[in-house]
């Protein structure tokens, strides 16, 4: 007779699981005791919120469940900045989370909380066990939530539960369904009547339209419509796509934003872009999601369609008319272009001893790196330079915390990535802000012989927020960071590490970095007065740069400003 955490363990072989995420602790010595022997590995992390990522990056990058387990209280507390993550990314992540003894639940006992109401939130299911016989419907139950409503679900089960004998069972194994979803004839049919009387059509794209390019750019043609895309949908929709006009949003670009803006019918394609300051006003809105409730969101939708896009855009295609007119999607060609030969412009070599341009840095590891290499950045300044000089292609994956927006995301989902894809090449374009949050996470590397790649944007800075401080009319304060040599600290570690603090150095930088055979570090001086400028600038933000400039100089730090133009120059000349 098996107990119940055997039980468990025997579900996720059965079920194909390879790994679990975290940290053992007292009341997770029955699980981690029902390990031993088992074909899952137990994968140590320094910090269960790292475990987490890991999982998260780990079913972003198969569509499989992933596990992580945190230990009762502070440990699986821990856990829920990446269970946010995945819940927010819509990945399926199983969770354990031990709790204290079901005995002492409600007595204020050592290292008690609540998380049943903790938990909630960041997931689509979570119970507690508090009955053998509960177990095995409970955890197919929860199994099935995370993988069909992709996102996460929580077993809170005491200590002493894993240990007790429950009658036996055979594991269940869940499969993913793969539904095909369609709106009705009549709002197809209406969807089509807007789209054939527009003169201008532009597409909105985002992950959602994972696994439907053929047809995406199939519609684009027969409406000869740029298609605009989210940043989540980057790495799905710009590879081999000749209607492509970037990205729009706050990291975007110029000619994203106008081509939502000089169109007369916008189709919005699996997105839920949040920045409602970023949508045309006063022209239809189509909006294809498989998710009702997600429709009209951010915008007013004159139709809704509530559909899988690969067999809504199938449908689609035979109620549409050729356009009569290519000249729209010309015009923001030309000015993609445009844009496109600007943004390059920046990514050149610094001059003698300043430090690097981040945008070179990133051009440079876009052309080293492999067409099938994993990138993931961190939140802040590493994901507009992804977002605006990494090329997607069909194979490249391009991941990161894009709807949390956390710190620290970078290495700790590089170490799930390359956890799931041995031979693939997984880069970490980690802030230092971001890697100094959760540098333990460098031993998890070496501990676990996870090759990844991590690439330090060392500006010394909480650099984004500065920026944010500067449009906003703030001198930056509390920004500042005191950053060691990485380099060094990486070696200290038993990883390779190397720093560069010159352009003319970089190239054979990168190509030892990424020839290296095992995690490495590589730390790159950047330039901290670099300015990040949005596709579009407003009144306001010019108001509160101005406000900054004269701040500054009324504080003392004018030097600041001569730097802010120095590292800037190039964007007017």
Same mark, same amino acid.
């Given at each position: 007779m098996a107990n119940v955490?055997?039980?468990i363990i025997s579900t996720l072989e059965a079920h194909g699981t390879e790994r679990i995420w975290g940290i053992a602790g007292d009341s997770l010595n029955g699980f981690t005791d029902a390990l031993i022997g088992s074909t899952i590995d137990w994968m140590t992390v320094r910090? &269960?919120?790292? +475990?987490?990522?890991?999982a998260a990056a780990e079913a972003e990058m198969t569509g499989e469940l992933?596990?992580?387990?945190?230990?009762?209280?502070?440990?699986?507390? %821990?856990?829920?900045? +990446?269970?946010?993550?995945?819940?927010?990314?819509?990945?399926?992540?199983?969770?354990?989370?031990?709790?204290?003894?079901?005995?002492?639940?409600?007595?204020?006992?050592?290292?008690?909380t609540h998380p049943q109401e903790l938990f909630r939130e960041c997931s689509v299911y979570v119970e507690h066990v508090s009955d053998v016989r509960q177990l095995p419907r409970v955890l197919?139950?929860?199994?099935?939530?995370?993988?069909?409503?992709?996102?996460?679900?929580?077993?809170?089960?005491?200590?002493?539960?894993?240990?007790?004998?429950?009658?036996?069972?055979?594991?269940?194994?869940?499969?993913?369904?793969?539904?095909?979803i369609l709106p009705s004839v009549?709002?197809?049919?209406?969807?089509?009547?807007?789209?054939?009387?527009?003169?201008?059509?532009?597409?909105?794209?985002?992950?959602?339209?994972? +696994?439907? %390019?053929?047809?995406?750019?199939?519609v684009a043609e027969l409406l000869q419509a740029p298609i605009v895309h989210a940043l989540r949908g980057k790495e799905h929709v710009e590879y081999d796509n000749p209607y492509d006009v970037g990205m729009t949003g706050l990291l975007g670009f110029a000619s994203g934003y106008q081509a939502m803006f000089d169109a007369d019918v916008l189709l919005m394609v699996g997105t839920d872009l949040p920045y409602q300051q970023f949508y045309p006003d006063n022209i239809p809105v189509i909006q294809i999601d498989r998710r009702g409730d997600q429709i009209g969101k951010r915008v007013a939708v004159d139709v809704p369609l509530v559909g899988?896009?690969?067999?809504?855009?199938?449908?689609?295609?035979?109620?549409? &008319?050729?356009?009569?007119?290519?000249?729209?999607?010309?015009?923001?060609?030309?000015?993609?272009?445009?844009?496109?030969?600007?943004?390059?412009?920046?990514?050149?070599?610094?001059? +003698?001893?300043?430090?690097?341009?981040?945008?070179?840095?990133?051009?440079?590891?876009?052309?080293?790196a492999g067409q099938d290499a994993v990138f993931i950045p961190d939140v802040g300044s590493p994901?507009?330079?992804?977002?605006?000089?990494?090329?997607?292609?069909?194979?490249?994956?391009?991941i990161g915390s894009f709807s949390h927006g956390s710190m620290a995301n970078a290495m700790t989902m590089g170490m799930g990535a390359q956890a799931a894809f041995p031979e693939r090449q997984v880069i970490s374009l980690s802030g230092d802000g971001g890697l100094g949050m959760l540098m333990g996470e460098l031993l998890t590397l070496r501990q676990h012989k996870l090759p990844v790649k991590v690439v330090v944007y060392n500006n010394s800075s909480l650099n984004f927020i500065e920026l944010e401080m500067k449009a906003d009319g703030f001198v930056p304060f509390a920004t500042e960071l005191d950053n060691p040599d990485y380099a060094k600290v990486a070696e200290a570690m038993g990883i390779w590490g190397k720093r560069v603090e010159r352009s003319s150095h970089l190239p054979k930088a990168i190509d030892e970095f990424l020839a290296h055979d095992g995690p490495a570090l590589l730390d790159v001086v950047t330039e901290q007065q670099e300015l990040t400028i949005p596709p579009t600038i407003t009144s306001q933000q010019v108001k509160g740069f101005s406000l900054y400039a004269m701040r500054a100089v009324l504080s003392g730090q004018g030097s600041e400003l001569?730097?802010?133009?120095?590292?800037?120059?190039r964007r007017i000349l």
């Open positions: 955490a055997e039980h910090h &269960e919120e790292a +475990g987490a990522f890991a992933a596990v992580v387990a945190g230990t009762s209280g502070p440990g699986n507390l %821990h856990l829920i900045n +990446g269970l946010y993550d995945a819940q927010r990314s819509r990945v399926p992540v199983l969770a354990i989370a031990a709790h204290i003894p079901s005995e002492e639940i409600g007595t204020g006992y050592f290292q008690e197919m139950i929860a199994m099935r939530n995370a993988i069909e409503q992709r996102g996460v679900a929580v077993l809170v089960i005491s200590g002493s539960m894993f240990l007790a004998e429950m009658p036996d069972a055979a594991p269940e194994i869940i499969h993913a369904t793969h539904s095909r009549a709002e197809l049919e209406r969807a089509a009547d807007v789209l054939n009387e527009a003169q201008k059509v532009t597409i909105l794209a985002g992950a959602g339209v994972a +696994g439907a %390019h053929t047809e995406l750019l199939e899988t896009a690969k067999d809504t855009l199938r449908e689609l295609v035979p109620l549409l &008319e050729p356009a009569t007119s290519s000249k729209h999607l010309k015009t923001m060609r030309d000015h993609y272009e445009k844009t496109r030969k600007k943004l390059d412009n920046l990514a050149q070599p610094s001059r +003698g001893s300043r430090p690097i341009h981040p945008q070179y840095l990133t051009r440079l590891l876009d052309e080293h994901v507009v330079y992804a977002a605006r000089y990494l090329t997607a292609t069909k194979n490249r994956r391009i001569v730097d802010l133009a120095r590292a800037n120059l």
